[in-house]
């Protein structure tokens, strides 16, 4: 039973006026807190200052020199390093510039353009195009879908990732749904990672468009909390395995291993879908900053090194996970008013207050100085059916500002609440009159 | 009066066993030279070395610092930077990321999905777009057309830029004539530079097209050869003039000031076109490789800056330029059996030799080790209509190496010109019978 139903409407009234005193407090404080973005904090970067300092070696060979034109789909060493990242082969992959974001839009804009092959229709010139979000997720992707003008249709995510059994029936049928989006490691904002079996039925699944794409966003693939490895199956076996190795396009970057703004971006497909982009590419560019993907290599060496690093990365953003957690532990358990993720790894924790209840706790958040990720950003069209959804950013903020976000947040989300049940009170007073 | 026109054919029989001699000799001494793309040289490199010992500030403020997220257009030392070179105001400025030719082909493919603003049709959705190509010019230019599906239409290069005369024609009529590549400055092959009236004509004109755009692509902006300056109007200037401040999108990159393949690029336009094309990418990235920026505005400074750095270019590649002329012109002047350019500027010498003889000297070179820029390259689909125009690069090899690839370069044009000359008193003597 929940814990405000056994107050009487006195005893609410009495907490809501403490807890508005309390906000008023918080608003007279003049903070400027920032919660909304998944960014690494300053410690975090200093942690790769030594990426600045690497020597470039400058080449005897003048046709193999790092600083001049060439290599289109990147330097052996960091080939190699994303191939061992994504676990597919060198030959599978292709690095990009700083920022993954901008290889999931140019390569999705390369589809809308040209098509997922020469065989197929640019997707530009197909209506009704339709892509599967599943929700809660990644804004950012959305956005790209809204751009392209595509319908997005939620799909519910479960513990263990998209759920199947709705994506399966809708691909069966529909040509017009042309892929899926997937953060398929810790995911944003979920925090969860796809279980086997959910990959698997991504890789199998029979789809009515022969030119489907899982948009295989990788972005937290060595982004542990703990010292354990969550593990994730290998969906390019997978699909391989299934005779669907052009389905998925993989993606990652080093923005959350190195300096979010200035690292090194990859993707992974199979060779039929290599060949085809590079195709495009090679109309595009005649290649990335080859100097910082030696910057990177050298300076992470290897699977292993990246993972040593990451290490690193825990250390300094664990404690905030956990911080976060105990606060929203001792302020709201008890209440029954919300749930949260507790995260293995990423960059997110998951909230649910009550529902219709989001939005109003982001504003009042944001009218005493704290900015949280917009309530519903976490859906297509930013529109949170239920309105109940927020995505916590805890990386950035140093620790005694993330203490008093949480506190601050904590108080909003009793006090509308409180709100909530006092309506709901006046409401069954009206409906007994 | 041609010179080889007075030779009996005995004479240029002799010749040309004479040649095929050489040729043979050529071929004998394993030669592997590479004259086909416009690259700097190791020593170009390496005056810009410093460039990587850039100290990059942590700032203590961590909202502006150039490790994280953030800044989609650029930081405001390296818009003023660019804004220096192409003679705009910083807000019209957004800066990329390590090549110009990336942002030209992602902002055409912006413009071929969303269109140039709300109000006008994406070019995806019109049938027979047509572009307009100055020829001879840059094979890249034209690769993106080609991949758009865009017809290409020839206008003729004169010595102060296209034909006018041709364009306005074109362009009044036709509203699916959208619009036109220029290289406006030591343009690439020709080396020429547009006159003031050329860009005013070009600003001016009436276009069928309410969306034409010039695609202006100031690679060479600051690439001088000599001391002084080649002028070049301000197109931004020009069409704000004429009403037409929308028509132009500029570009320039540092890829032939600091390192070819790691520096920064950048465009300019109107605040129109500015927003509209920030609206898009702020759903493709969150921002370039702002460290990279910084270290090039700390290693350039200003406009002055990157003048004082290009003359050191210039005393390394002037002596190229220098010697490539002065073997044509010993080697051949006196044979009247070709033509080039003498350039102020730029990365290129631009030669014709006798109509249908290119693509035979660019294979014949070929054969015995020295690689040129395919024939027809400079043309749309690289189809030259009097095979007569090879593109000259002398930036990148060593000056030894630069010496011989040039007389072998004669040699062909010679032998292949013979050929020319016996074949047509062969059918001289053959129509008298």
Chains 1, 2 share one sequence.
């Not at 290599?71 to 599978?92: N, Y």
């Not at 199956?233 to 970057?253: H, V, W």
Request: hydrophobic share 40%.
């Amino acid at each position: 039973m929940a814990y405000y139903s056994q107050f009487s409407k006195e005893s609410l009234d009495a907490l809501r006026l403490e807890l508005e005193q309390q906000l008023k407090r918080y608003e007279s404080e003049n903070h400027d807190l920032n919660m909304a973005r998944g960014k690494p904090c300053s410690d975090q970067l200093d942690l790769s200052n030594a990426l600045l300092d690497i020597k470039i070696p400058l080449e005897k060979n003048p046709n193999d020199d790092f600083r001049n034109y060439g290599t289109l789909d990147g330097i052996p060493q960091t080939k190699q390093l994303f191939a061992e990242l994504l676990e597919v082969d060198p030959s599978e992959i292709i690095i990009g510039g700083n920022s993954s974001l901008n290889m999931m839009y140019s390569t999705l804009a390369k589809v809308m353009l040209f098509g997922t092959s020469e065989e197929e229709t640019p997707w530009c010139h197909i209506k009704d195009l339709k892509f599967l979000c599943p929700v809660p997720g990644y804004d950012r992707h959305f956005a790209i879908c809204q751009k392209f003008g595509m319908e997005m249709i939620n799909i519910d995510m479960t513990d263990e990732g998209p759920d199947m059994d709705q994506v399966e029936a809708l691909v069966a049928n529909d040509p017009t749904i042309k892929g899926i989006w997937c953060v398929p490691k810790f995911s944003n904002p979920t925090g969860i990672t796809y279980s086997d079996r959910v990959v698997e039925r991504l890789a199998k699944m029979k789809t009515a468009a022969t030119d489907f794409r899982i948009i295989w966003d990788n972005a937290y693939v060595v982004h542990e909390l703990y010292n354990d490895t969550e593990p994730l199956m290998n969906i390019m076996e997978a699909c391989k395995a299934a005779g669907t190795q052009d389905r998925p396009y993989l993606f990652t970057s080093m923005s959350k291993v190195t300096f979010a703004g200035a690292s090194v971006a990859a993707m992974a497909a199979s060779k039929n879908n290599i060949d085809f982009i590079l195709g495009i590419m090679g109309v595009q560019t005649i290649g990335s900053d080859k100097i910082n993907q030696y910057r990177h290599s050298a300076f992470l060496k290897d699977l292993q090194g990246v993972k040593n690093h990451m290490k690193k990365h825990a250390q300094i953003i664990k404690p905030k996970f956990d911080l976060v957690l105990k606060i929203l532990d001792e302020k709201l358990t008890d209440r029954q008013i919300a749930t949260w993720s507790v995260p293995r790894g990423g960059y997110f924790i998951n909230l649910d207050v009550m529902d219709g209840c989001a939005k109003e706790v982001v504003e009042m958040a944001e009218s005493v100085g704290l900015k949280l990720t917009p309530a519903g950003a976490t859906y297509p069209y930013g529109k949170d059916p239920f309105d109940r959804n927020i995505r916590i950013a805890p990386t950035f903020p140093p620790m005694d500002e993330l203490e008093k976000a949480i506190e601050i947040l904590c108080v909003c989300i009793e006090l509308v609440s409180i709100h909530k049940y006092i309506e709901r009170l006046d409401h069954q007073e009206e409906m007994a009159q």
